[in-house]
């Protein structure tokens, strides 16, 4: 196959795949829609309902792999071939991948069937936004960015970013549910707020140490390789340290006495909001980060900083 | 559980009336307490964002600059404040500080309580194992001391501790969730301690090599240098090198196209100057060491070869002149200062376009390989300010005292040249020429002391999260009686103590010890 063919199968399969989170979307719809009208407390184990439901994860399960054809023709596509996260795009593409991945890897484990509504439509908009905004061809890296610590520090800063997604929609749900008073419906079929609380903390504690080695181990050791210092305080690494430190202070809040709960939640959100921001705002906002993606530098821009 | 130590210490009330001593205690009971560092925590991340915000110093200085320029009143203030050096100034240190004496002042007491710990036995067993949040019974004809000899056995296999009482067996594991917890902590500060050595006795320089040249390791020879505060001269490595060779790759069609890449410099370099001469291709992500020293190639340029001749026909400069890219394009700028050129100085200031293009009716680059180089100059001549001694930069003419030469229609003398080119200035000031372009490497040359410890330290305090998040200690507890038909009551009760609990996990590990020790069914793992 060609680099051009790889690109437009990428493209299909991006295409193709939104349709189906859009399907798995329209069933756990459906399946939500019919439990409304029981009981919270009444289990649903078979019948239209929990067909409706297994059929949603199911399509879940399709979708992501389709997902991630399309980030294997996009590194295909690339000539020298690469791992799919070289700018915006690629990474909302890979983001929401491991989004989709985590999410079905924990659902067992975690009991996470509830969640599947929230994440199929988190992760239908984020690909839509991405299509539609982000969308860039297929390109060369900058030098800076071929190194094997690009597959490293990226793929772990990506899957944590996905853990404490997961972990910030637990921690908003927990919020919701802590103020209603519902007795049907979508919140009050939610597990209770010590298993919501919970199972927040596991996300975080996973994503945690990924974190660390994505931004305190593999970062500064590639920033070294590349740039010749461990840690430079550009915003994009001020931000890195900023979510670790803000994600650190969420651990300690869950085991401080009168933090636990609804102020961890709290703090957990925060961590996410500085994750995101450093994700998109400083992408746009800051162009003295060697790490903004919106523009290629020369080598990069130290060439300029001769006084 | 007193064991834990720091997690059940909460900053207390302040007692109404205390001598010093006892406000002391209160201070550091504050400090020390796990409310004060999760504040701590949250301060320091406020802290660093003004950093991310305003130019640093350090890192963009000439953005400072042009922040300076732009925001005139703000900057007394901003500087008092210290918020272009965010990182270095006083407040944001007292922050760290603070929470690292809290720091210390935890995983002293806590590693104390932690060595106790360990070399406890598990504790008895409480009197009512069914107030536990997991617990189970049942009944059976086996004698007691069997059924708690067997419960020893099944609870070693599943690599409990276990101390077997009279009536009862105890039994505790993860131990190494607070080992892991104590390390992290240890580790912070291994880290700190390994960046602070960095600081102090490394150095960090850089300079500009023309390809063709050299350079040795002497402080002279750095166009920029900032050493640590510790650093000594006597800690630089003697060794040298050329730039004999530079090679770019720049990419023609695509997205990218007009992007540069594949930079290898090839250095021929000696580690000492007795030492053979070796050779190095220098890329971007493939630093060179020597001994402790690492040499970096991040930036790259051209510098036209520029020949200046005076009024008197004598050459007052000539020499490949190093210009600064300002963009992709490498439009680069540059200056040439000639000090001796007589009757007057000459300083020439402008462009250099690599291909040269006309975009609005504006002289620009359309990319950066040398498709068709031409180069713009503005000739300035009278006092340029180079008899001062030192001082100035080269990258800056000094037109204060100088003044512009013109055409005879008052408007500015541009040079425009190509490769090859010669003009006369008016005035019989001289001639400028056009002979040749080369190409410069920015090498940057650093020395990190410490690195090896603060690498150890982020890997030790990765293994020791992750054993303080993932490591679950449990206590379970196994009792028996007799009841009145003459059976033995089994009753059995565990505290899952973990952060993260799992419920799930603690029940069905309980109900398979119980399966196990009633003899029936399976067992599972
Ligand atoms: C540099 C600052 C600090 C950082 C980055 C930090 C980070 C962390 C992290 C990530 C955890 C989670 C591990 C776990 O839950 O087991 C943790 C737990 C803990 N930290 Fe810190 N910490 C810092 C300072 C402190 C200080 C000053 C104290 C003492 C007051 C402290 C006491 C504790 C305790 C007691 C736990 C265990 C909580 C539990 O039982 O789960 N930490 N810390």
């Given at each position: 196959m060609t680099d051009a063919s790889w690109e437009v199968l990428s493209n299909q399969a991006v295409a193709a795949s939104g349709v189906v989170y859009f399907l798995a979307l329209l069933a756990h719809l459906v399946q939500w829609a019919g439990l409304r009208r029981l009981p919270a407390e009444q289990q649903v184990t078979s019948g239209r309902i929990a067909m409706a439901g297994r059929l949603g994860v199911l399509l879940t399960v399709v979708a992501v792999g389709v997902h991630l054809i399309a980030l294997v023709g996009r590194g295909m596509a690339s000539d020298p071939n690469r791992v799919p996260w070289g700018n915006m795009y690629e990474f909302t593409l890979s983001g929401t991948f491991f989004v989709g991945l985590l999410y079905l890897v924990f659902l067992r484990r975690f009991k996470l069937e509830w969640m599947g509504p929230l994440v199929v439509a988190f992760v239908l908009s984020m690909m839509m936004l991405a299509v539609l905004w982000l969308y860039e061809p297929v390109a060369p890296l900058t030098e800076a960015l071929y190194s094997y610590w690009l597959v490293i520090h990226v793929v772990s800063a990506v899957i944590a970013t996905a853990a404490f997604t997961l972990g910030g929609l637990c921690s908003v749900l927990y919020l919701l549910k802590e103020r209603s008073r519902a007795e049907r419906g979508y919140l009050a079929r939610l597990p209770g707020l010590t298993s919501l609380d919970r199972i927040s903390y596991r996300m975080h504690a996973f994503g945690f140490p990924v974190w660390t080695f994505a931004v305190l181990i593999t970062g500064p050791i590639w920033a070294h390789e590349a740039w010749s210092s461990y840690w430079n305080w550009d915003p994009k690494e001020v931000w890195a340290f900023i979510t670790w430190v803000v994600y650190a202070a969420y651990l300690h809040a869950r085991a401080t006495a009168g933090w636990k709960g609804r102020n961890a939640a709290i703090v957990a959100l925060v961590g996410l909001a500085t994750l995101w921001f450093n994700f998109i705002g400083i992408n746009f906002f800051?162009?003295?980060?060697?790490?903004?993606?919106?523009a290629p530098a020369a080598i990069h821009s130290t060439t300029t900083e001769v006084s | 559980m007193s064991d834990t130590g720091g997690r059940d210490r909460q900053a207390t009330p302040m007692p109404n009336d205390m001598n010093a001593r006892e406000l002391g205690r209160w201070l550091w009971r504050q400090l020390t307490s796990m409310r004060t560092a999760l504040v701590l925590l949250l301060l320091l991340a406020l802290a660093a964002i003004p950093g991310s915000i305003v130019p640093q110093e350090d890192v963009d200085s000439i953005g400072v600059s042009r922040w300076q320029d732009a925001h005139p009143e703000l900057t007394p203030v901003y500087e008092k404040l210290g918020l272009f050096s965010v990182y270095d100034s006083p407040w944001f240190s007292a922050i760290y500080i603070l929470l690292m004496i809290s720091l210390v002042g935890c995983i002293v007491p806590r590693t104390g309580v932690y060595w106790r710990a360990l070399r406890a036995k598990p504790p008895r067993a409480p009197r009512n194992l069914s107030r536990l949040p997991e617990h189970a019974a049942y009944t059976t004809h086996d004698g007691g001391a069997d059924v708690l000899e067997r419960a020893a056995a099944e609870l070693k296999r599943r690599r409990y501790r276990v101390v077997v009482g009279e009536d009862s067996v105890s039994a505790e594991k993860g131990y190494l969730r607070e080992a892991g917890n104590l390390v992290f902590h240890i580790s912070v500060l291994v880290v700190l301690v390994g960046f602070a050595m960095g600081g102090l006795f490394g150095y960090k320089g850089g300079v500009i090599v023309v390809e063709g040249q050299g350079f040795s390791n002497d402080l002279t020879q750095y166009d920029d240098f900032v050493p640590g505060s510790m650093f000594t001269a006597t800690d630089m490595e003697p060794f040298s090198f050329t730039v004999e060779d530079f090679e770019v790759d720049w990419l023609t069609e695509g997205p990218r196209a007009g992007m540069a890449r594949k930079f290898v410099s090839t250095l021929g370099y000696q580690e000492t100057p007795s030492s053979a001469v070796k050779s190095y291709d220098l890329r971007v992500n493939h630093p060179l060491k020597i001994g402790t020293t690492e040499i970096f190639l991040i930036g790259h340029g051209y510098a036209p070869v520029i020949t200046v001749r005076d009024g008197n026909g004598d050459v007052a400069y000539s020499g490949p002149t190093i210009f600064l890219p300002v963009d992709e394009t490498f439009q680069s700028f540059g200056v040439v200062k000639a000090a001796d050129a007589r009757p007057g100085q000459i300083g020439l200031e402008g462009e250099f376009y690599p291909t040269f293009a006309l975009g609005d009716g504006l002289p620009r680059s359309s990319f950066g390989d040398l498709a068709d180089p031409v180069l713009s100059m503005l000739v300035y001549t009278g006092d340029l300010g180079l008899d001062g001694g030192g001082g100035e930069s080269v990258y800056v003419l000094d037109k204060s005292n100088a003044e512009q030469v013109l055409k005879e229609d008052g408007k500015p003398f541009r040079l425009d040249m190509r490769e090859g080119d010669s003009i006369v200035l008016p005035d019989d000031l001289g001639t400028v020429t056009f002979e040749g372009i080369e190409r410069w490497n920015k090498i940057q040359i650093s020395r990190t002391p410490g690195k090896l410890i603060a690498l150890t330290g982020v890997s030790l305090a990765l293994l020791g999260l992750c054993a303080s998040l993932f490591i679950r200690p449990r206590r379970v507890w196994v009792r028996t009686r007799r009841d009145e038909n003459g059976e033995t009551v089994v009753d059995l009760g565990a505290l899952d103590r973990s952060n993260g609990g799992d419920p799930e996990r603690g029940e069905h590990e309980l109900a398979a010890i119980t399966l196990s020790l009633q003899g029936t069914g399976k067992v599972s793992p």
């Open positions: 800051s162009s003295t980060s060697q790490h903004s993606y919106a | -």
